[in-house]
C-alpha cells in the first residue's frame, strides 16, 4: 500500500504566475483535502474534494482552485501568486464519503514566490 | 479566529521524561480531536485521536486527555525518547468531517 504523494517538492515561482500542484491519493482513498502550512505555523484548510466535486471550503480566494480525477488523484491550481502564497502546501487523503475524519497527509510542495 | 489554542509552542525534556501539550478550543461543535507529529521536510503524521464521549486514550507511549467541560486537551508522551524530537499538533474537526482545524504547534526537544 502506498502513501499519499506529491509532487513537485520544491518549487519557485514568480509573483503574478500560476501553479499547479499534484497529489496521489492513499489506494483506495477518494476523499482529498488540500491545506497550506506557513512557515512556523498550523495548517490552514483550503478545501475538499470528493466524487470529483468539492466538499467544504476554508478562507481562500476564489484564485485557489482545485480538481479530482476519476482515480482519485488531485490538483490544487493558485492563478496570480502573491508573495504571501510562499507556503508548504499539503495533501491529505481519506477513505469514504464524507464526513471524514481521519486524514492522511502526504510530504507536500514546498511553494516559494519570489 | 483562532479557534484551537496550543501551548506551549515550544517544550525541551530529558530522554524518559513525560511532555505534556495542551490544547484548548472555543467550537463546542467539534467532535473529533487528532494529534499529528511533524518532522521537518514531512508531512504532519497523525498520531491518535479521541472523541469527546472518551476522557482518556492511550496508544503505546501516546496518551490523550480530554476534559469536555473545560473544552481542553492535553497529548502525554510517556517515556520521551531524542527520536520524538518533532513538531506536535493538535486538531479538531466538526460533524461535517470537512475540515481539521489546528492549533499553532509546540516543537519538542527531547534531550539524549
Known amino acids: 500500500e502506498t502513501g499519499v504523494t506529491q509532487s513537485p517538492t520544491h518549487l519557485i515561482k514568480t509573483r503574478g504566475q500560476q501553479v499547479t500542484l499534484r497529489c496521489s491519493s492513499q489506494?483506495?482513498?477518494?476523499?482529498v483535502s488540500w491545506y497550506q502550512q506557513a512557515l512556523g505555523q498550523g495548517p490552514q484548510f483550503i478545501f475538499q474534494?470528493?466524487?470529483?466535486?468539492?466538499?467544504g471550503r476554508g478562507n481562500f480566494p476564489p484564485r485557489f482552485s482545485g480538481l479530482q480525477f476519476p482515480n482519485y488523484s488531485s490538483e490544487l491550481n493558485v492563478n496570480a501568486l502573491e508573495l504571501d502564497d510562499s507556503a508548504l502546501y499539503l495533501c491529505?487523503?481519506?477513505?469514504?464519503?464524507?464526513?471524514?475524519?481521519?486524514?492522511?497527509f502526504g510530504p507536500g510542495t514546498r511553494l516559494t514566490v519570489t | 479566529q483562532q479557534q484551537v489554542k496550543q501551548s506551549p509552542q515550544s517544550l525541551i525534556v530529558q530522554k524518559g521524561g513525560i511532555p505534556i501539550i495542551n490544547c484548548a478550543y472555543e467550537n463546542t461543535a467539534f467532535d473529533y480531536f487528532p494529534w499529528y507529529q511533524q518532522f521537518p521536510g514531512k508531512g504532519p503524521a497523525l498520531l491518535i485521536a479521541?472523541?469527546?464521549?472518551?476522557s482518556e486514550k492511550k496508544e503505546g507511549r501516546f496518551t490523550i486527555s480530554f476534559n469536555k467541560s473545560a473544552k481542553q486537551f492535553s497529548l502525554h508522551i510517556m517515556d520521551s525518547q531524542p527520536g520524538d524530537s518533532a513538531t506536535y499538533f493538535c486538531a479538531a474537526s466538526e460533524p461535517s468531517g470537512s475540515r481539521l482545524t489546528f492549533g499553532e504547534g509546540t516543537q519538542l526537544t527531547v534531550n539524549p
Open positions: 491529505a487523503s481519506s477513505l469514504g464519503r464524507p464526513p471524514v475524519y481521519e486524514q492522511y
Open positions: 479521541i472523541r469527546p464521549d472518551v
Open positions: 474534494y470528493y466524487r470529483e466535486e468539492e466538499n
Open positions: 489506494s483506495g482513498h477518494n476523499t
